[in-house]
């Protein structure tokens, strides 16, 4: 198994000596991997202050920038490789040079200058994944403004909420791209949600769209429709002053204090609201630059490649950040993995020779579904090193990822982490340590993961790439992360440990629910359904599902009595409000079932029986203790809905 991987970056030995490092000196080993792969304009002067904990302060009053980290350091040696391969669904390519790139983001950002943002102003991104969405985050980098990506595939309506709580200045969007053959408008939705808003000045358009005139017609009438300036990006930038590239090159980044929030992604809590994960500079920057290169084995002459879009933090932290740290050429890809044929990967992999593919479970669950077939015809020899991140892959999957895509010779590295981590806690280190199939592995040297006697994963010491905060709600943050044990960030995830300190992931210990991969929340699909006047009351749970990982069941209790209703009318009910959420949250959220009863089980206490649901949305009898449940006749009639 380790036959590809002869001198990984971390050898076994080396793999020995950080974690014999980090546990003797943990801070100044710290402070040692900081000083030699981060450029500061300004040297730190403490490597951790830890007096109002868990607000804590790495590498305290370093200045750098996360862009030029990226893309400025890699100029006198690396200015001609390829940074960023791009192909779209319909087979349209482009390579970027880092010399190319670095002149887009300076373009960009002396652009997003003159109109105003300043560092903290907040930029929310509604884009798909294309070159120009990495030059607007890169760009957003380069000047301290704060950028909020948000997931293409949420509606309008989720991404008002966003905006609105952010402020944001400037929304940047573009008018649509192509999805499983079909043009997903994402300036309707954009200019949809900033209606009524009063915070965003510019509208900023990419028309990566030029040729469709149908779209292109859609899109100026609603342009001629809103009260708000639509700057037309690719135009403006075409003028003289943004073409002196020198010029250009010598306005100075903005030099951040290592502390300074330098993102917001809002992720899903086991609340109805989400949560804007605040993550500071010099640290973030650390770990995932190191990350990448410890777990994805990066090399010079590696073609990279992540499935994740920049909508997620995979996206931000191992596509427009980690890998662009490390100088790697990487491939993006805009559109869907079956279209037009479930084989678009593979010819992907074959036609760039992709030798490091980063991707999700759901993912492989579908590939093993769509058949050997689509896979067989092409070759995937390029391919070193697999991964694997989002959700349990479990060893069945894990078997057929190994055998079929990595010809029983790749690693696989399955990273566990979150959003608020920044970047991989978990996972073993290819070369050094071997996988074990469907158990994520050790804590990263440097990562202090523990687990509770009631099974609950934790993380014992802060480090550098942990988030900062909640956007907004600093109660939160104390109370969901760090209120639970003593001194520690809980992430809310089971697992359990074996003799080797393999750490195996059970799921979640709280509503957080994880579909496709995509994190959400059952009490955010209970306040979308309550904005319905057509539920009085609703629960919301999760089943396994095939290929998904996880399904939603919705239970609803409808206002009016439809129970004479035929089933057709019953049918229809149902899809009305099923189109609900996804006009809610988006199309990703979109339950399997929803099924009506006229009450939920309930505990005397009045708290929803969330268990004894699960198993009625599965079809099961409820096993276990119901003596708590108030009225034991609602079992029947809801099973009898099933
Ligand atoms: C789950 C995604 C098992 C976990 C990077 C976590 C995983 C949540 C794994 C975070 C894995 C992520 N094995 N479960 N390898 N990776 N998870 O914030 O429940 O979108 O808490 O970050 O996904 O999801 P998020």
Not at 24 to 32: R, S, V
Not at 177 to 206: P, Q
């Amino acid at each position: 198994m380790e036959a590809k991987l002869k001198q990984a970056n971390i050898s076994k030995e080396e793999a020995l000596k950080l974690r014999e490092n980090f546990k003797t000196n943990y801070l100044e080993t710290w402070a040692k991997l900081a000083k030699e792969n981060i450029f500061f304009k300004e040297e730190f002067t403490e490597i951790l202050d830890d007096s109002s904990k868990p607000e804590y302060k790495w590498f305290l009053n370093g200045k750098t920038n996360i862009s030029y980290n990226c893309l400025d350091i890699h100029l006198p040696d690396k200015a001609e490789k390829t940074a960023l391969i791009f192909e779209d669904e319909a087979g349209n390519s482009e390579h970027i040079s880092y010399k190319e790139l670095h002149q887009r983001v300076i373009r960009f950002s002396a652009y997003l200058k003159d109109i105003g943002i300043k560092k903290g102003d907040r930029v929310c991104i509604y884009m798909s994944l294309c070159p120009e969405s990495i030059i607007a985050m890169q760009a957003c980098m380069r000047i301290g403004a704060i950028h909020s990506v948000v997931f293409a595939g949420f509606s309008a309506h989720a991404l008002r909420d966003r905006i609105n709580e952010l402020e944001a200045k400037v929304l940047i969007t573009q008018n649509g791209f192509t999805r499983k053959n079909k043009s997903i408008e994402l300036f309707k939705a954009a200019s949809e949600a900033i209606l009524e808003n009063d915070s965003v000045t510019n509208l900023l358009l990419f028309e990566r769209m030029k040729n469709n005139n149908e779209l292109n017609s859609r899109t100026e009438k609603l342009i001629s429709e809103l009260d708000i300036k639509v700057n037309l990006v690719e135009e403006e930038i075409r003028d003289n002053k943004y073409q002196d590239i020198e010029k250009l090159s010598s306005i100075e980044p903005e030099w951040l204090e290592s502390n300074e929030t330098s993102f917001i992604l809002y992720t899903s809590g086991s609340t109805g609201k989400p949560k804007g994960i605040e993550h500071a500079t010099a640290g973030y920057l650390l770990w995932t630059k190191l990350s990448s290169k410890w777990v994805f084995d990066l090399k010079d002459d590696d073609i990279y490649w992540c499935t994740a879009d920049i909508g997620w933090i995979t996206g931000h932290s191992y596509v427009t950040y980690g890998p662009l740290a490390n100088g790697a050429t990487q491939l993006i890809y805009e559109g869907a993995p079956n279209s037009p044929e479930p084989n678009r990967f593979w010819e992907l992999i074959e036609k760039y020779k992709v030798s490091i593919f980063y991707t999700a479970p759901t993912a492989i669950r579908s590939f093993a579904q769509w058949g050997l077939e689509y896979i067989e015809k092409h070759d995937l020899s390029s391919l070193r090193l697999l991964g694997s991140v989002g959700e349990p892959i479990g060893s069945e999957t894990w078997n057929w990822f190994y055998e079929h895509i990595g010809n029983s010779k790749c690693p696989i590295v399955d990273t566990w982490w979150q959003t608020e981590t920044g970047g991989v806690m978990i996972t073993s280190l290819p070369g050094a340590e071997a996988a074990k199939a469907g158990v994520a592995g050790p804590a990263l040297p440097g990562i202090s993961a523990e687990i509770s006697p009631e099974s609950l994963l934790y993380i014992s010491k802060p480090w550098p790439s942990m988030l900062k905060g909640i956007y907004k709600n600093p109660e939160r943050f104390h109370q969901a992360y760090w209120s639970k044990i003593e001194g520690s960030y809980l992430p809310g995830d089971l697992a359990s440990q074996d003799e080797d300190g393999y750490i195996s992931i059970g799921g979640r210990n709280d509503d957080v629910i994880n579909i496709s991969g995509h994190r959400m929340g059952t009490a955010e699909i209970e306040t979308a359904l309550a904005k319905s006047p057509l539920v009085s009351e609703s629960a919301v749970v999760a089943i396994p599902h095939a290929i998904k990982g996880q399904g939603l069941v919705c239970f609803v209790i409808l206002s009016e009595n439809t129970s004479n209703d035929s089933e057709d009318k019953q049918k229809e009910l149902s899809q009305k409000l099923s189109e609900h959420i996804c006009y809610e949250i988006g199309a990703h959220a979109r339950p399997e079932k929803i099924i009506s009863c006229p009450a939920l089980p309930k505990t005397r206490s009045g708290k929803v029986m969330r268990r004894l649901l699960q198993e009625i949305a599965q079809g099961k009898e409820p096993s276990g203790d119901i003596s708590t449940l108030e009225e034991k006749s609602i079992l029947k009639d809801l099973l009898k809905n099933i």
